[in-house]
Antibody, heavy 121, light 110 residues
């Protein structure tokens, strides 16, 4: 059974840092591109970052570029999101999601349950 | 303001067919594939359609996707009360070099 489990969320003051983790199981992790997607309270989905299966391609939303860093450890079946210089507008639920194998960004077929990040003074 | 445009709401009665539109541009919908998600309150999104019109296993064939030019649509036939949820379209944007989503459509089953 495919499972994605995020952790690392919590409350932090503006300007602070958090590191999110996503542990994957039930599939050949090193074969899949992975994404972080977030959702502010009461709002829609926002793509945050993507990392290819062998981390040779990495992309970021303009809203997080220069502040967030995505990485993966295929030996540990995990992806990470290092979030620095956090702002109030970064508040939301952060999901990690697995891409389908059909091609680049053609759909996220499995999602974690999400981890809540709250940035507030 | 989302890059992909969806109607904020849609509605239908049980048994009806409903369509939700997703309008983009040549850099996203026009040149890349579209995917659709269903999100029930308090839960993670669920993939309904990938690669424009492909249903993952387990998704009922009442859900179908299509794309023409810079627009895409999700159709839900034989509407059921459990279809009441938020629906999102997504795609890759070559100009932004990133993923984009629609603002979401809240479907109400009357």
């Amino acid at each position: 059974e495919v499972q994605l489990m995020e952790s690392g969320g919590g409350g932090v003051k503006p300007g602070g840092s958090l590191r999110l983790s996503c542990a994957a199981s039930g599939f050949i992790f090193k074969s899949y591109s992975m994404n972080w997607v977030r959702q502010a309270p009461g709002k829609g989905l926002e793509w945050v970052s993507s990392i290819a299966s062998s981390d040779d391609y990495i992309y970021y939303a303009d809203s997080v570029k220069g502040r967030f860093t995505i990485s993966r450890d295929n030996a540990k079946n995990s992806i990470y999101l290092q979030m620095n210089s956090l702002r109030a507008e970064d508040t939301g639920v952060y999901y990690c999601a697995r891409e389908t194998l059909t091609g680049w960004y053609e759909g996220n077929d499995y999602w974690g349950q999400g981890t809540l990040v709250t940035v507030s003074a | 303001q989302s890059v992909l445009t969806q109607p904020p709401s849609a509605s239908g009665t049980p048994g009806q067919r409903v369509t939700i539109s997703c309008s983009g541009s040549s850099s996203n919908v026009g040149s890349n594939t579209v995917h659709w998600y269903q999100q029930l309150p308090g839960t993670a999104p669920k993939l309904l359609i990938h690669t424009n019109n492909q249903r993952p296993s387990g998704v009922p064939d009442r859900f179908s996707g299509s794309k023409s030019g810079t627009s895409a649509s999700l159709a839900i036939s034989e509407l059921q009360s459990e279809d009441e949820a938020d629906y999102y379209c997504g795609a890759w944007d070559d100009s932004l070099d990133g993923g984009v989503f629609g603002g979401g459509t809240k479907l109400t089953v009357l």
